[in-house]
């Protein structure tokens, strides 16, 4: 699904991803996680193709296509969904028009017919009811003076329309209540479907009780540091970052 | 006198108004006479030039026209009374029957007449707003809307001036009165329209109200012209004690359109709100002047304009507050963004506060930018192109003010002719967003 191979990235010249590889298959749940600074929301971005954000070495696949070929556009209508750590506000930009129009986009990709209006209305309703989120925010601006766990909801609600096949949340469960936490989980979890893919970046081992992972990635100073399964982010939980960073030195 | 001056004065000749409206016309011609032409160094006309309106020679009225123009207008659809002006003239087949309040000039009876009297004229400073000098010369129809003591008036009152192309190169004066007696309201809609056709003509309007003691009017100014029409227009209001004036008012179209709004908070407690809306593009020129006026204490006035500037349009924005020595406890507020599309855009935007009371709260702010990159990001992160994420986000930028459009109908009216503006089609989608 996603293979990322000694992956070397900067921001604004600065270097943040210091040879970073991680095998993801389809189906697999992988955690990274680590301390403040250790490139975990670069990853993400990198990945997205956000402007400022470049790869300088290494590669990176996306259903083995070189994922750098790619526009940003084009990696989501090819199924890569990145649930943002801050969710952007768009007053003036009804969140309806907005779906519609990423799933439309989705849908001509591949070489499907737009949803009629009244399809999509009825559809995102129902996706609403899901993420517990009343259908009036559809209405509303994109985030536009949603809540901290109302603009989560409205991600993994978005995840939930694009249907991706690579999913990557960027610390989705910080400063969620565990009601919110719970409501995130179950999305994400009722997405896992033996093909999808997840990669959940996270600061806090709390989201792994919720979202079970088959793989724990440790990353500091830019690179993966130690990997393993979902003990050691109850490990990580019980020594602290810094067990690792003294190992490592 | 320029030659512009001297024909524009020649017309006035052509016309056949009433006696009493003699005083306020010659009044009107001698001061249009008298005032210097404003050039490049005129504070007030710096940034855009006069010179499409002095190209114009041999002035004439415009002509009447077949039902046709204003059939290819399309109007705000509203429960409302309806004026209907073709090129400055009434045309009374086509408008409602005047209801009790609504008056045109020429059938003032003469407890009418003196109220006009009282009040044209009066509100607007045609020392300091030239063409409202020479739309007084012009004066020989217009409308008056008066609404009595704690009366609110049944039906919005919606007036379309179409102008058409038999208008071509000729001229066209409009006028409104509103009166506002005390604790009455009222719903104002001007519609400035044209069809797409050449119409290169001139329109001269001028509004005039007069909001009475904790009286209230919802008034909307939308010009939506073709592309060579020039226009200059005015609002002028005179705010009483605890009155509120609430507009909205949004311009596309002529290679010279100028709009002032002049608000005057006379008594406590008045509050007014003023959003408006600039669009020119390819090669227009939007010139939009506020002044507000805070002469007493404890009034309130908050102005949001936005534009877009595309192609090689040009815009202005001229944002005056002035606070008086005795106007404490003011809250003013002004705000104005712009976005320009295009390379060859231009902007001056001027936030102007003349403070002179030490208790007050005034905030202002002016912003030219490009669209926010990390929404643009955000849209392309869930596939949206990056074409469609600009028409989107530029489109969301004014949709923001059109959200907070009081009146629903003008919302539906203008939200898909603004959406195609921006090569947004998808009318059904916005119905049902909205609704």
Redesign the interface.
């Known amino acids: 699904m996603l293979k990322i191979s000694d992956l070397y990235g900067k921001v604004e010249e600065k270097d943040i991803l210091k040879g970073l590889s991680i095998d993801v298959k389809p189906g697999e749940v992988h955690a990274i996680m680590g301390p403040n600074g250790s490139g975990k929301s670069t990853l993400g971005n990198v990945l997205s193709g956000r402007p400022g954000y470049e790869a300088t070495a290494g590669s990176v696949t996306f259903k083995g296509r070189n994922l750098f070929d790619m526009d940003t556009e084009e990696r989501a209508r090819e199924g890569l969904f990145l649930a943002f750590q801050y969710p952007v506000e768009i007053p003036g930009v009804s969140n309806m028009e907005f779906l519609k129009a990423a799933v439309d986009a989705k849908r001509k990709h591949h070489g499907q017919s737009d949803l009629s209006s009244v399809d999509f209305l009825k559809l995102a309703r129902e996706t609403c009811k899901r993420v517990n989120l009343d259908a009036s925010f559809l209405k509303r601006g994109v985030n536009e003076g949603f809540s901290g766990g109302e603009k989560k909801r409205n991600e993994i609600m978005q995840m939930m329309l694009l249907e991706p096949d690579l999913c990557i949340l960027d610390e989705t469960d910080s400063g969620l209540d565990i009601d919110a936490l719970q409501v995130v989980a179950d999305g994400v979890n009722a997405m896992r479907d033996g093909n999808r893919s997840f990669l959940v970046v996270t600061h806090y081992q709390r989201l792994l009780d919720y979202i079970i992972p088959d793989y724990v990635h440790v990353l500091a100073g830019g690179r993966i540091v130690k990997s393993g399964d979902k003990s050691l982010a109850l490990e990580l939980e019980a020594k602290g970052y810094g067990w690792l960073e003294n190992e490592v030195a | 006198m320029t030659d512009f001056q001297q024909s524009a004065l020649q017309l006035a000749d052509k016309q056949q108004a009433a006696a009493w409206l003699q005083p306020l016309r010659e009044q009107g011609a001698s001061k249009w006479s008298a005032a210097s032409w404003p050039g490049r160094k005129t504070e007030a006309w710096k940034y855009i030039s006069l010179a499409p309106l002095q190209q114009q020679n041999e002035l004439r009225w415009g002509g009447e026209a077949d039902d046709s123009a204003i059939d290819a207008v399309e109007q705000v659809e509203l429960d409302a009374t309806c004026l209907v002006f073709v090129n400055g003239r009434f045309n009374a087949a086509r408008s409602s029957s005047l209801p009790a309040g609504v008056i045109r000039f020429v059938d003032a009876d003469a407890a009418q007449q003196d109220m006009i009297q009282q009040h044209l004229g009066q509100v607007v400073d045609s020392e300091r707003h030239l063409f409202a000098a020479l739309s007084n010369a012009w004066i020989e129809d217009g409308i008056l809307l008066h609404v009595a003591r704690n009366q609110k008036l049944e039906k919005p009152l919606y007036i379309l001036n179409v102008a058409t192309p038999e208008a071509s190169a000729a001229v066209a004066s409009q006028r409104l009165l509103v009166v506002l007696e005390e604790g009455s309201e009222a719903e104002v809609i001007e519609h400035f329209a044209s069809d797409a056709r050449e119409q290169n003509g001139f329109v001269n309007s001028l509004t005039e109200v007069v909001v009475g003691a904790n009286a209230r009017l919802q008034h909307y100014r939308i010009n939506l012209e073709e592309e060579n029409l020039l226009h200059v227009g005015g609002v002028h209001v005179d705010l009483h004690r605890d009155a509120r004036f609430h507009g909205f008012t949004l311009a596309q179209g002529s290679r010279l359109k100028r709009i002032d709004y002049q608000l005057n908070m006379r008594g406590e407690g008045a509050h007014m709100d003023l959003n408006g809306v600039y669009l020119p593009r390819n090669k227009q020129v939007i010139d939009y002047h506020t002044n507000v006026e805070h002469c007493v204490p404890h009034c309130t006035s908050n102005e949001v304009f936005r534009g877009i500037i595309g192609d090689s349009a040009k815009a202005v924005f001229n944002g005056r507050i002035h606070i008086h020595p005795k106007a404490q406890k003011t809250l003013a507020e002004l705000s104005n963004k712009n976005l320009l599309t295009s390379r060859t855009a231009e902007i001056n935007t001027k936030p102007e506060l003349e403070i002179y009371a030490d208790d007050v709260r005034c905030a202002h702010g002016a912003t030219i930018a490009q669209l926010d ?3 643009l ?10 074409a ?1 994420a600009t028409s ?2 530029s ?6 003010l059109l ?1 907070q459009v009081p009146e629903q109908a003008i919302q539906d009216y203008l939200r898909p002719r603004l959406a195609s503006l921006f090569g947004k089609g ?1 009318e ?3 119905r ?4």
């Open positions: 990159e990390t929404s990001f955000y849209l392309q992160s869930r596939g949206i192109s990056a469609d989107m986000l489109f969301g930028f004014i949709n923001e959200n998808d059904a989608l916005g049902l967003s909205y609704e």
